[in-house]
Protein backbone atom coordinates (compact mmCIF):
# COMPACT_ATOMS: atom_id res chain seq x y z
CA UNK A 1 0.00 0.00 0.00
CA UNK A 2 3.13 2.37 0.78
CA UNK A 3 4.58 1.67 -2.34
CA UNK A 4 1.75 2.67 -4.31
CA UNK A 5 0.73 6.10 -2.31
CA UNK A 6 4.53 6.96 -3.69
CA UNK A 7 4.63 6.16 -7.06
CA UNK A 8 1.25 8.14 -6.67
CA UNK A 9 3.14 11.13 -5.72
CA UNK A 10 5.92 10.79 -7.85
CA UNK A 11 3.18 10.43 -11.00
CA UNK A 12 1.66 13.72 -9.48
CA UNK A 13 5.10 15.62 -9.39
CA UNK A 14 6.12 14.38 -12.77
CA UNK A 15 2.48 15.84 -14.38
CA UNK A 16 2.93 19.16 -12.03
CA UNK A 17 6.56 19.89 -13.67
CA UNK A 18 5.14 18.82 -17.50
CA UNK A 19 2.25 21.43 -17.02
CA UNK A 20 4.06 24.46 -15.81
CA UNK A 21 6.73 23.66 -18.04
CA UNK A 22 4.13 23.70 -20.78
CA UNK A 23 2.13 26.85 -19.52
CA UNK A 24 5.38 28.63 -19.92
CA UNK A 25 6.52 27.91 -23.43
CA UNK A 26 3.10 29.00 -24.38
CA UNK A 27 3.20 31.97 -22.33
CA UNK A 28 6.11 33.09 -23.96
CA UNK A 29 4.51 32.35 -27.48
CA UNK A 30 1.32 34.48 -27.06
CA UNK A 31 2.90 37.54 -25.44
CA UNK A 32 5.51 37.79 -28.53
CA UNK A 33 4.39 40.51 -31.07
CA UNK A 34 6.33 38.43 -33.91
CA UNK A 35 6.06 39.05 -38.13
CA UNK A 36 8.46 36.70 -39.84
CA UNK A 37 8.96 35.65 -43.93
CA UNK A 38 8.95 32.32 -44.09
CA UNK A 39 12.37 30.84 -45.21
CA UNK A 40 11.00 28.90 -47.80
CA UNK A 41 10.21 32.21 -50.04
CA UNK A 42 11.90 32.13 -53.29
CA UNK A 43 15.65 33.78 -53.21
CA UNK A 44 15.06 34.34 -57.04
CA UNK A 45 12.71 35.61 -59.51
CA UNK A 46 12.43 36.93 -62.94
CA UNK A 47 11.26 40.75 -63.42
CA UNK A 48 7.80 41.04 -63.53
CA UNK A 49 6.63 37.38 -62.35
CA UNK A 50 3.69 37.12 -59.78
CA UNK A 51 6.16 37.43 -56.33
CA UNK A 52 4.60 34.36 -53.93
CA UNK A 53 5.71 35.44 -50.12
CA UNK A 54 5.14 33.26 -47.20
CA UNK A 55 4.40 34.90 -43.33
CA UNK A 56 4.49 34.10 -39.95
CA UNK A 57 2.46 36.33 -38.08
CA UNK A 58 1.81 36.03 -34.35
CA UNK A 59 0.00 39.08 -32.34
CA UNK A 60 0.41 41.12 -35.51
CA UNK A 61 -2.96 42.05 -37.37
CA UNK A 62 -1.26 44.68 -40.06
CA UNK A 63 2.34 45.20 -41.59
CA UNK A 64 3.97 46.70 -44.52
CA UNK A 65 5.71 44.78 -47.53
CA UNK A 66 8.25 46.10 -49.41
CA UNK A 67 11.18 45.48 -52.51
CA UNK A 68 13.72 47.34 -51.53
CA UNK A 69 17.36 47.64 -53.29
CA UNK A 70 19.29 47.49 -49.67
CA UNK A 71 18.41 48.58 -46.14
CA UNK A 72 19.40 51.55 -45.83
CA UNK A 73 17.03 52.32 -49.19
CA UNK A 74 15.12 55.35 -48.21
CA UNK A 75 12.54 55.08 -51.27
CA UNK A 76 10.95 51.40 -52.07
CA UNK A 77 10.58 49.43 -55.41
CA UNK A 78 6.79 48.18 -54.18
CA UNK A 79 4.65 48.80 -50.80
CA UNK A 80 1.64 46.93 -50.01
CA UNK A 81 -0.14 47.01 -46.89
CA UNK A 82 -0.96 43.56 -45.27
CA UNK A 83 -3.91 43.03 -43.16
CA UNK A 84 -4.62 39.56 -40.99
CA UNK A 85 -6.74 38.70 -38.50
CA UNK A 86 -5.36 36.97 -35.38
CA UNK A 87 -2.35 34.58 -35.96
CA UNK A 88 -1.36 32.88 -38.77
CA UNK A 89 0.38 31.57 -41.20
CA UNK A 90 0.08 32.62 -45.00
CA UNK A 91 1.25 32.96 -48.23
CA UNK A 92 0.41 36.23 -49.92
CA UNK A 93 0.94 36.52 -54.01
CA UNK A 94 2.16 40.36 -55.11
CA UNK A 95 2.19 41.86 -58.24
CA UNK A 96 5.37 43.38 -59.40
CA UNK A 97 6.00 45.05 -62.76
CA UNK A 98 8.24 44.12 -65.29
CA UNK A 99 10.79 46.69 -64.42
CA UNK A 100 14.28 46.04 -65.85
CA UNK A 101 15.55 48.05 -64.17
CA UNK A 102 15.10 45.55 -60.40
CA UNK A 103 17.35 43.57 -62.04
CA UNK A 104 20.02 42.47 -59.34
CA UNK A 105 20.04 41.90 -55.77
CA UNK A 106 17.50 43.20 -53.73
CA UNK A 107 15.49 43.05 -50.40
CA UNK A 108 11.89 41.85 -49.17
CA UNK A 109 11.09 44.17 -46.38
CA UNK A 110 8.69 43.58 -43.54
CA UNK A 111 7.87 47.00 -41.04
CA UNK A 112 5.42 46.08 -37.95
CA UNK A 113 4.69 47.57 -34.57
CA UNK A 114 5.57 45.45 -31.60
CA UNK A 115 5.25 46.92 -27.89
CA UNK A 116 6.14 50.41 -29.04
CA UNK A 117 8.79 49.86 -31.79
CA UNK A 118 8.86 50.06 -35.08
CA UNK A 119 10.26 46.72 -36.27
CA UNK A 120 12.39 45.80 -39.43
CA UNK A 121 13.39 42.45 -41.20
CA UNK A 122 14.88 41.83 -44.10
CA UNK A 123 15.47 38.52 -46.60
CA UNK A 124 17.44 38.60 -49.71
CA UNK A 125 16.12 37.99 -53.17
CA UNK A 126 17.50 38.10 -56.64
CA UNK A 127 15.85 39.42 -59.43
CA UNK A 128 16.92 37.95 -62.84
CA UNK A 129 16.08 39.05 -66.02
CA UNK A 130 12.69 38.31 -67.76
CA UNK A 131 12.08 36.46 -71.10
CA UNK A 132 10.84 38.81 -73.33
CA UNK A 133 7.20 38.15 -74.31
CA UNK A 134 4.47 39.45 -76.52
CA UNK A 135 0.95 38.56 -77.48
CA UNK A 136 -1.52 38.40 -79.78
CA UNK A 137 -5.71 39.33 -79.63
CA UNK A 138 -8.40 40.19 -81.40
CA UNK A 139 -11.80 38.98 -82.86
CA UNK A 140 -10.04 37.90 -86.19
CA UNK A 141 -8.18 35.27 -84.31
CA UNK A 142 -9.72 32.57 -81.81
CA UNK A 143 -8.68 35.02 -78.47
CA UNK A 144 -11.23 37.61 -79.18
CA UNK A 145 -10.59 41.25 -77.91
CA UNK A 146 -10.08 40.15 -74.11
CA UNK A 147 -6.76 40.98 -73.08
CA UNK A 148 -6.68 38.33 -70.77
CA UNK A 149 -7.37 35.19 -72.92
CA UNK A 150 -4.74 37.05 -75.71
CA UNK A 151 -2.28 34.30 -77.27
CA UNK A 152 1.61 34.18 -76.00
CA UNK A 153 3.96 34.49 -79.30
CA UNK A 154 7.10 32.80 -79.55
CA UNK A 155 10.96 33.94 -80.27
CA UNK A 156 11.33 34.12 -84.25
CA UNK A 157 14.93 32.40 -82.61
CA UNK A 158 16.58 32.20 -79.91
CA UNK A 159 18.69 34.98 -80.23
CA UNK A 160 15.59 37.11 -80.67
CA UNK A 161 15.08 39.65 -78.12
CA UNK A 162 12.17 41.72 -79.99
CA UNK A 163 10.95 39.59 -83.20
CA UNK A 164 8.33 37.35 -82.33
CA UNK A 165 6.17 34.93 -84.46
CA UNK A 166 2.90 32.68 -84.24
CA UNK A 167 0.94 31.05 -86.82
CA UNK A 168 -2.59 31.70 -86.17
CA UNK A 169 -6.01 31.18 -88.62
CA UNK A 170 -7.02 34.64 -89.41
CA UNK A 171 -10.55 35.83 -90.29
CA UNK A 172 -10.96 39.11 -92.42
CA UNK A 173 -14.88 39.06 -91.06
CA UNK A 174 -13.31 39.45 -87.24
CA UNK A 175 -12.32 43.37 -86.65
CA UNK A 176 -8.36 42.34 -86.96
CA UNK A 177 -6.03 41.94 -84.21
CA UNK A 178 -3.52 44.03 -81.90
CA UNK A 179 -0.05 43.03 -80.69
CA UNK A 180 -0.03 43.20 -76.78
CA UNK A 181 3.10 43.23 -74.40
CA UNK A 182 1.24 42.24 -71.92
CA UNK A 183 -1.48 40.00 -71.43
CA UNK A 184 -2.89 42.08 -68.19
CA UNK A 185 -4.57 45.25 -70.16
CA UNK A 186 -4.20 47.59 -72.98
CA UNK A 187 -1.01 48.93 -72.16
CA UNK A 188 1.56 49.98 -74.66
CA UNK A 189 -0.81 47.97 -77.99
CA UNK A 190 0.47 47.95 -81.42
CA UNK A 191 -1.80 48.81 -83.85
CA UNK A 192 -1.39 50.15 -87.24
CA UNK A 193 1.05 52.39 -88.53
CA UNK A 194 1.01 55.13 -91.08
CA UNK A 195 3.43 52.64 -94.31
CA UNK A 196 2.20 49.13 -95.15
CA UNK A 197 3.89 46.42 -92.36
CA UNK A 198 4.60 49.27 -89.92
CA UNK A 199 3.36 49.49 -86.45
CA UNK A 200 2.13 51.97 -84.43
CA UNK A 201 2.86 51.57 -80.37
CA UNK A 202 -0.11 53.43 -79.09
CA UNK A 203 -4.08 53.16 -77.70
CA UNK A 204 -5.75 55.16 -80.39
CA UNK A 205 -3.80 52.87 -83.38
CA UNK A 206 -5.95 51.19 -85.80
CA UNK A 207 -6.62 47.43 -86.41
CA UNK A 208 -4.31 45.08 -87.90
CA UNK A 209 -5.97 43.38 -91.09
CA UNK A 210 -5.49 40.27 -93.36
CA UNK A 211 -6.24 40.33 -97.37
CA UNK A 212 -7.85 37.18 -96.96
CA UNK A 213 -9.12 34.84 -95.07
CA UNK A 214 -6.40 31.87 -93.94
CA UNK A 215 -3.41 30.33 -91.75
CA UNK A 216 -1.02 32.99 -91.43
CA UNK A 217 2.75 32.65 -89.88
CA UNK A 218 2.23 36.28 -88.29
CA UNK A 219 5.29 38.01 -87.62
CA UNK A 220 6.36 41.12 -85.50
CA UNK A 221 9.64 43.38 -84.21
CA UNK A 222 8.73 45.23 -81.62
CA UNK A 223 12.02 47.31 -81.95
CA UNK A 224 11.29 48.08 -85.67
CA UNK A 225 8.14 48.27 -85.28
CA UNK A 226 7.06 46.20 -88.43
CA UNK A 227 5.16 43.12 -89.06
CA UNK A 228 4.51 40.57 -91.94
CA UNK A 229 1.55 37.77 -92.65
CA UNK A 230 2.51 35.05 -94.80
CA UNK A 231 -0.60 33.30 -95.74
CA UNK A 232 0.81 28.70 -95.65
CA UNK A 233 -0.60 25.56 -96.66
CA UNK A 234 1.48 22.44 -95.07
CA UNK A 235 2.33 19.22 -96.93
CA UNK A 236 4.74 16.35 -96.15
CA UNK A 237 7.77 15.68 -98.74
CA UNK A 238 10.24 13.42 -98.91
CA UNK A 239 11.37 9.80 -99.64
CA UNK A 240 8.47 8.03 -97.33
CA UNK A 241 6.09 10.20 -98.95
CA UNK A 242 3.34 9.25 -102.11
CA UNK A 243 5.28 12.15 -104.10
CA UNK A 244 9.06 11.46 -102.85
CA UNK A 245 11.24 14.48 -102.58
CA UNK A 246 10.17 16.30 -105.83
CA UNK A 247 6.53 16.82 -105.25
CA UNK A 248 4.38 17.86 -101.64
CA UNK A 249 1.48 15.61 -100.57
CA UNK A 250 -0.94 18.13 -99.17
CA UNK A 251 -2.37 17.82 -95.66
CA UNK A 252 -5.83 19.46 -95.11
CA UNK A 253 -7.22 21.80 -92.35
CA UNK A 254 -10.45 23.09 -90.78
CA UNK A 255 -10.29 26.30 -91.73
CA UNK A 256 -11.40 27.79 -87.60
CA UNK A 257 -10.27 30.56 -85.45
CA UNK A 258 -8.46 29.27 -82.25
CA UNK A 259 -7.45 25.88 -84.70
CA UNK A 260 -3.61 24.95 -85.35
CA UNK A 261 -3.66 21.55 -86.58
CA UNK A 262 -3.21 20.18 -89.76
CA UNK A 263 -4.15 16.30 -91.21
CA UNK A 264 -3.50 14.19 -94.20
CA UNK A 265 -3.51 9.96 -94.63
CA UNK A 266 -0.96 8.79 -96.63
CA UNK A 267 0.40 5.98 -97.93
CA UNK A 268 4.04 5.58 -96.99
CA UNK A 269 6.80 3.38 -97.75
CA UNK A 270 9.89 2.93 -95.42
CA UNK A 271 12.27 6.11 -95.42
CA UNK A 272 11.81 10.04 -94.49
CA UNK A 273 9.62 12.90 -94.63
CA UNK A 274 9.98 16.43 -93.31
CA UNK A 275 6.81 19.24 -92.92
CA UNK A 276 6.85 22.05 -95.10
CA UNK A 277 4.72 25.24 -96.10
CA UNK A 278 3.90 27.07 -99.58
CA UNK A 279 5.91 23.71 -101.81
CA UNK A 280 9.06 25.26 -100.81
CA UNK A 281 12.09 24.76 -98.41
CA UNK A 282 11.80 28.58 -96.90
CA UNK A 283 9.62 26.86 -94.16
CA UNK A 284 10.32 23.67 -93.00
CA UNK A 285 10.18 21.15 -89.93
CA UNK A 286 11.84 18.59 -88.32
CA UNK A 287 13.81 16.33 -85.73
CA UNK A 288 11.64 15.18 -82.86
CA UNK A 289 8.07 14.50 -82.86
CA UNK A 290 7.57 16.38 -79.92
CA UNK A 291 9.59 19.57 -80.34
CA UNK A 292 9.88 20.01 -84.03
CA UNK A 293 12.36 22.95 -85.10
CA UNK A 294 12.83 24.64 -88.54
CA UNK A 295 15.29 22.90 -90.66
CA UNK A 296 15.09 20.05 -88.00
CA UNK A 297 16.02 16.45 -88.80
CA UNK A 298 14.72 14.33 -90.80
CA UNK A 299 11.60 11.80 -89.22
CA UNK A 300 12.55 8.33 -90.29
CA UNK A 301 9.42 6.26 -90.91
CA UNK A 302 10.43 2.26 -90.26
CA UNK A 303 7.97 0.07 -92.10
CA UNK A 304 5.40 1.12 -94.97
CA UNK A 305 1.46 1.24 -94.73
CA UNK A 306 -1.10 3.89 -94.41
CA UNK A 307 -0.81 6.63 -91.58
CA UNK A 308 -2.56 9.39 -90.18
CA UNK A 309 -0.19 12.22 -89.72
CA UNK A 310 -1.09 15.20 -87.56
CA UNK A 311 1.10 18.51 -87.48
CA UNK A 312 0.45 20.81 -84.73
CA UNK A 313 1.28 24.51 -85.10
CA UNK A 314 0.03 25.68 -81.77
CA UNK A 315 2.09 28.29 -80.18
CA UNK A 316 3.24 26.53 -77.25
CA UNK A 317 5.59 24.19 -79.46
CA UNK A 318 5.37 22.64 -82.87
CA UNK A 319 4.77 18.97 -82.75
CA UNK A 320 3.05 15.89 -85.07
CA UNK A 321 1.91 12.93 -84.56
CA UNK A 322 2.53 9.80 -87.18
CA UNK A 323 0.21 6.89 -86.12
CA UNK A 324 0.45 3.51 -88.28
CA UNK A 325 -3.16 1.86 -89.15
Not at 57 to 86: I, R
Not at 91 to 119: C, M, P, R
Not at 168 to 178: A, L, N, Q, R
Request: one cysteine or more; a negative charge.
Amino acid sequence: MKLNIKNSLLAIVGLSILFFASCKKVEHGIDEQVVSINQGTTSSIQVGKPLKVGFISNMVSDFEFAVVKDSSSSEALFTEQVNLEGNKIVEKEFDLKSNDTWVGDALLKITYQANGQTVSKFKAITFTESNPVMYIVGGSIGAGWSPELSVAMKLQNADSKTKFEIYEYIDVTGGGFKFLPTNINWDGAFGKGAAAGSLLQDGGAGNLEAASSGFYRIRMDAEALTYELLKTSWAIVGSATPGGWEADTDMSFSNSKGTYVWKVKANLTAGELKFRANDAWDINLGGSLTELTQDGPNLAIAAPGVYDIELSLHPSGYTAKITKN
